[in-house]
């Protein structure tokens, strides 16, 4: 089976997955922002939730129901910048998915990737690892919500957490985003081969 990369191509098509992967599970799962609530863990994403105040109908207080989910609608997340780091880094996890599974494909077919489409490829990794990294810079904007303030012991504010912490799907979205723009990007710029040019 013929390859249109070099072997620093399909090295940057590894990491182009790889990248891509630790962004998207870290975007999805809800593991951004960790603290607690009536005594239970919870957690938030910047569009999922783990463990919420639910109302009791047969004590009629409230109970923490501990089960993940996302909300209801996008106007139910709790923050404007939630809202906007959502779509910025939802966009940015794309892109860079986009460009892995085209890499991924220029390992198994002939003349699919050229030295002008991989930095072109490379680039557009460049803007989603800036979009996914605009995304984690605006998501401390949103720790003064309601919602956030409840599970952080009513401490938190912007760019101060409180009693919270920071939880790994941060980190891991985070370092998906780097490694894409640093790594990734200049890998790109030698992953296609030349193409060949036939005297017609």
């Not at 009536?38 to 939730?49: A, D, H, I, N, Q």
Request: hydrophobic share 40%; aromatic share 12%; proline share 3%.
């Amino acid at each position: 089976m013929a390859s249109s990369l070099t072997c620093a191509g399909v090295v940057w098509a590894l990491f182009s997955f790889l990248c891509a992967a630790a962004s998207c599970v870290g975007f999805f799962m809800p593991y951004w922002l960790l603290g607690s609530q009536m005594g239970k863990p919870v957690s938030f994403g910047t569009f999922r939730r783990c463990s919420y105040p639910v109302r009791d109908e047969a004590g009629g207080g409230t109970v923490m129901l501990e089960q993940c989910g996302r909300y209801a609608s996008f106007q139910g997340i709790p923050s404007l910048e939630w809202r906007i780091c959502t779509v910025v880094t939802g966009t940015g996890c794309g892109l860079l998915l986009l460009v892995a599974l085209t890499a991924l494909m220029g390992c198994c077919i002939t003349d699919l990737i050229s030295r002008t489409i991989g930095r072109v490829a490379g680039g557009i990794q460049f803007v989603g690892g800036l979009l996914i990294g605009s995304g984690c810079a605006l998501y401390p904007l949103g720790w003064d919500s309601e919602e956030v303030k409840q599970t952080c012991s009513n401490s938190s504010d912007q760019f101060d957490l409180g009693s919270c912490e920071i939880g790994w799907a941060y980190y891991c979205t985070g370092a998906g985003a780097v490694v894409a723009m640093l790594l990734c990007t200049w890998m790109a710029c030698f992953a296609g081969r030349k193409q060949k040019h036939y005297p017609y």
